[in-house]
């Protein structure tokens, strides 16, 4: 007897927390195949960050430093955030499309050493990413998780013919689910801004 296919679920269906769990792994594929293709062929790059020494000396240098890069990582986290909540085409959305560029920046970036002050070795690198990226790129896919579905404009098509459904930005609802993984995003954004403003100065 046939049976009909089971629906496939999309990002769109799922719950908060697993459509944030099943960005978070893509979101991983994307960086480390990125770096993957950039180590191999950069390896020469891996050879300039060993004499590399860095000083910071003034007292506030702490604050200053968490502060420049506190502003940046809010300045992403709200550019995925409002591309998710303004517009959709289809089951794409702006904020997506940043995320994904940010996931091959960061792999690209980390696969050719090409940080501010480049790592010794791969091993130091991944250390590092552990100790402070890893948190940051959670917090990107976990508000992309959050806002992917509270979209105002969404069209069937790119570009927009007409929209399927328009709303407006006080009809937004967020369950608890969401606020729980909104406040955990921006929390592991701090935390991650402040561990790399300490690694950085060298406390």
């Not at 860095?54 to 995925?80: A, G, P, Q, R, W």
């Not at 993984?181 to 701090?190: C, F, G, P, W, Y």
């Amino acid at each position: 007897m046939y049976k009909n296919p089971k629906p496939k679920i999309t990002l769109y269906e799922m719950g908060p927390l697993k459509r944030s769990v099943v960005i978070w792994v893509l979101f991983q594929i994307v960086l480390w195949i990125t770096f993957g293709i950039a180590y191999y062929f950069n390896l020469d790059a891996w050879n300039r960050g060993a004499d590399i020494i860095h000083t910071v000396s003034t007292e506030d240098s702490l604050f200053k430093t968490f502060f420049i890069i506190i502003v940046n990582n809010l300045l992403l986290f709200f550019l995925i955030a409002l591309g998710n909540i303004f517009v959709r085409f289809g089951i794409v959305t702006p904020g997506i499309l940043i995320l994904l560029f940010q996931g091959i920046m960061i792999g690209w970036t980390a696969g050719t050493n090409s940080f501010e002050y480049p790592f010794p070795s791969v091993l130091e690198a991944n250390i590092q990413y552990l100790k402070v990226g890893l948190w940051e790129t959670t917090s990107y896919a976990l508000i992309c998780g959050v806002t992917l579905t509270k979209s105002l404009y969404i069209s069937e098509t790119f570009p927009a013919k007409e929209w399927s459904s328009i709303s407006k930005l006080n009809e937004i609802s967020i369950n608890f689910t969401e606020r729980i993984l909104a406040a955990v995003s921006i929390a592991m954004l701090v935390l991650s801004a402040f561990i790399e403003a300490i690694l950085i100065i060298g406390f």
